[in-house]
């Protein structure tokens, strides 16, 4: 006897067949009168970007933004060294040419630095253009300050299309969302920040932090998520570590009633 769930998963198998074999077609048709030369299935899934790696390994991206204050940033790098836990630091270029002292420091602290662009815009709204300066004038500082080339580039407001992310793996980043939004920058209670992140946690999921002053509950909560995540087996890497453990996933996981890498 078939069970529900399998006529389902069977549901499922033949709409995505459907909508892979309908992309192709879309892909074949507008690709070939746009003149585009890589090949089209290839580039309907590497035009989106990164928002988990597809892992069922208890490992967890952790990710900040920084583009503004200097209060929020002292704070988490202090908790962080206490627990001995490295994260990947996306920072605006504004905010780090005016910390340099800063950025040096989250570098020599082991941290990952990543870029979280230039101006803070919408870059879906901006031109071809724009967007190539905002990469590559953000890169620019960043590489001068740490003498690293950025890996991977988080969208201002996580606001993106597919052209951003082409344009930034044309300048040799990856563009990464998230999967589980710790909402730091609303909410003020610290214990509250966490319980959303360990409920949202899943194998290898990026977290989303801010250690900027807006939002100035994120180093209060951080020991709550490290230990409760800690003690239901979790680890907690910066996203170059965290891609070892497998291939980068594209689709959003964010709102959606299951998790991820869980089996299911
Ligand atoms: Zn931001």
């Known amino acids: ?35 585009e030369a890589r090949p089209v299935a290839a580039a309907v899934d590497e035009d989106q970007p990164m928002y988990y790696v597809r892992t069922t390994d208890k490992v967890l991206g952790l990710t900040f933004d920084i583009s503004w204050g200097t209060k929020a940033v002292e704070d988490v790098l202090a908790v962080l060294r206490d627990h001995r836990i490295r994260a990947t630091f996306f920072l605006s270029g504004p905010w780090s040419a005016q910390h340099p002292d800063l950025v040096r420091r989250i570098a ?13 815009v919408n870059l879906s709204q ?22 690293q080339t950025p890996r991977f580039f988080r969208p201002p407001n996580g606001d993106f299309d597919r052209r951003v992310v082409r ?30 992140v360990v409920r949202g946690a899943f194998p290898g999921a990026v977290l989303l932090f801010h250690a900027s002053d807006s939002a100035p509950s994120t180093a209060a909560a951080l020991p709550a998520v490290f230990e409760e995540l800690t003690r239901m087996g979790y680890r907690f890497v910066p996203l170059g570590d965290l891609l070892k453990y497998g291939p980068p996933a594209r689709e959003d ?12």
Do not use: C
């Open 253 to 264: 996981p964010r709102g959606r009633p299951y998790k991820p890498n869980m089996g299911r």
């Open 167 to 196: 344009i930034a793996r044309e300048q040799g980043q990856e563009t990464v969302i998230w999967s589980v939004d710790s909402l730091d920058w609303i909410q003020r209670d610290p214990a509250a920040i966490a319980a959303r």
């Open 108 to 120: 020599r602290d082991g941290h990952e630095i990543a870029s979280h662009g230039q101006a803070h």
């Open 1 to 35: 006897m078939i069970r529900a769930r399998e006529l389902l998963r069977r549901a499922f198998a033949t709409l995505a067949a459907a909508a892979f074999l309908t992309s192709l077609w879309a892909g074949a048709r507008y690709g070939a009168a746009g003149g």
């Open 126 to 147: 901006r031109s071809e253009a724009e967007i190539a300066a905002n990469l590559s004038d953000a890169a620019r500082i960043l590489v001068g300050l740490t003498g």
